[in-house]
């Protein structure tokens, strides 16, 4: 998968690059918007690593620009995490945003998690398990027929376990790949809570079936 990451710190570029590639991502980086512009306009990737503050403008004209090209994933890279700049970024379509100073791992996992959801946004939308249908399109979970409501972690740690079917996961790859509404990680004893108290309270079978 090609990456483009628009980021104007050279030590910051240097390790995303790195970082990235060995995780085995092919790697456009640019360091302005007019230089990020020319590249969009001939190359289409699979995510874009959007800064938000560059030398000749910000990373929100970028996007603009990709999301008219078609609904492609975004991140935006920041050191302003206030809320406005983050209804800001969503508001133009970005799928997520990682504030500066980040950690390596973390940013892997929100871009593995916003891939998946392209990845399976891509079909009909429709995942089904034994008798649980997923319904990604539109957030919803069935079971037999009848629709369970979840809260948001309930749906992320769903997914994640259905994305891994059939795959033992560790309690830190969970921990990796779960992160709360408000982008804060999700510590082992909230983790254990949803998976004791309410994931296999509803999922007896699911999780038979995974």
Known sequence: ??????????AIGIGLRYALENEGYCVTICKSV???????????FSLYLLDLTLPDGNGYDVCKAVKAQGDLPVIFLTAFDDEINVV??????????ISKPFRVRELLARIRSVLKRYS???DDGIIKIGN?????NQAKVFKAGSEIILTAMEYRLLLIMINN???????NQLLEELWDVEGDFVNDNTLTVYIKLSFLKNYGTLRATL
């Open 1 to 10: 998968m090609n990456i483009f990451v628009l980021e104007d710190d050279n």
């Open 34 to 44: 007019k230089e990020a512009m020319k590249i969009i306009s001939d190359v289409s």
């Open 88 to 97: 800001t970024g969503f508001d133009l379509g970005a799928d997520d945003y």
């Open 120 to 122: 399976r946004e891509n």
């Open 132 to 136: 649980i249908t997923v319904n990604t």
């Open 165 to 171: 079917a059939g795959h033992i996961l560790s309690r």
